[in-house]
């Protein structure tokens, strides 16, 4: 499958109970149809983590990719989806503001347990069909 033109793709831990309500609430959020999704043990996931050179054993929840642009992981990837929410949701980029080691402290923190506070699926999560065209 092919990366689409003009989208963002947000690479998720695709068993990951935490993640999967994460996309959930980015294709809630998305007004302009920004995002694309795939699961970063997929095929497409794994290939396109393999062409940016980001080794999947220290990034292993979130990573978000701009095609022609950069690659975000963690809190950064974080606080550039939210950016796109606008509204509300725009007040959350004070914490651009707060150093990006200490932010992912957190973020390494929560990634960490997040099996064990949230659980985990046995296997990546279909979408629905009415969401299968944002899902690589």
């Known amino acids: 499958m092919e990366v689409p033109q003009g989208k963002k793709i947000i690479l998720f831990d695709g068993v990951c109970n935490l993640c999967n309500a994460w996309v959930q609430n980015v294709i809630k959020h998305d007004a302009a149809d920004t995002f694309r999704f795939a699961a970063l ?23 978000l990719i701009d095609p022609g642009v950069a690659y975000y992981t963690k809190s950064t990837a974080a606080i550039h989806i939210v950016k796109s929410f606008g509204g509300l949701w725009s007040a ?38 009415s969401l299968q065209g944002k899902f690589l």
């Open 41 to 63: 043990q997929s095929t497409i996931g794994q290939k396109l983590v393999k062409e940016r050179g980001i080794d999947v054993t220290k990034i292993d929840s979130i990573v």
């Open 92 to 129: 959350l980029m004070v914490l651009a503001w707060i150093p990006e080691g200490f932010r992912n402290l957190i973020y390494d923190y929560v990634a960490k347990n997040r099996y064990r506070w949230y659980g985990k699926k046995d296997s990546c999560m279909a979408p629905q069909e």
